[in-house]
């Protein structure tokens, strides 16, 4: 029996270190279902000809394995701040915009865009428009919009 002892021991050993190892079935932060990370970048608003509206343009990345969705903006400069989308060549407000996995929403001149209605004043090139946007499922993101010259074309981020 004595000859058993060590053997008993070993085998305690490894069958406790075993339960210290990962969860196979646990999901990995890399899978391609993983949560949405987003990130957003070349923001900028053309300083506004109107004292009334206003249009917003920036793009999202989502280097996440999932998609998510804008789902609405808000701005202290505006009373009212809406989504749209460019569908052949007409604009009208959307309720949210797809932001697919591994990939970016652009919001760009002529295309989609964030529209600033009943502007709080008239925002002037050099100023800053601080923005929020809410997602469908990330948490929300706040931005701060650099006013552009009102003929202002970013050469690339869009």
Not at 46 to 61: E, I, K, M, N, R
Not at 67 to 78: C, G, M, P
Request: with cysteine.
């Amino acid at each position: 029996m004595s000859r058993l002892g060590p053997l008993v021991v070993g085998l305690a050993g490894a069958l406790t270190l075993a339960g210290c190892g990962p969860d196979p079935s646990a999901s990995s932060s890399t899978s391609a279902g993983s949560a949405p990370d987003l990130a957003v970048g070349s923001a900028y608003m053309p300083q506004p000809v109107s004292d009334t509206v206003a249009a917003g343009f920036l793009t999202v990345t989502n280097e996440g394995g999932s998609a998510d969705e804008l789902t609405s903006v808000s701005s202290d400069a505006a009373g009212r701040v809406t989504v749209h989308e460019t569908v052949d060549g007409a604009m009208r407000e959307a309720d949210r915009l797809k932001i697919p996995a591994r990939g970016r929403l652009v919001l760009g001149s002529g295309g989609n865009h964030l529209m600033f209605e009943k502007l709080t004043h008239r925002p002037k090139q050099g100023e800053t428009v601080p923005v929020e946007l809410r997602f469908a499922h990330s948490d929300p993101v706040t931005v701060e919009m650099p006013v552009k010259p009102a003929t202002y074309r970013p050469t690339s981020g869009h």
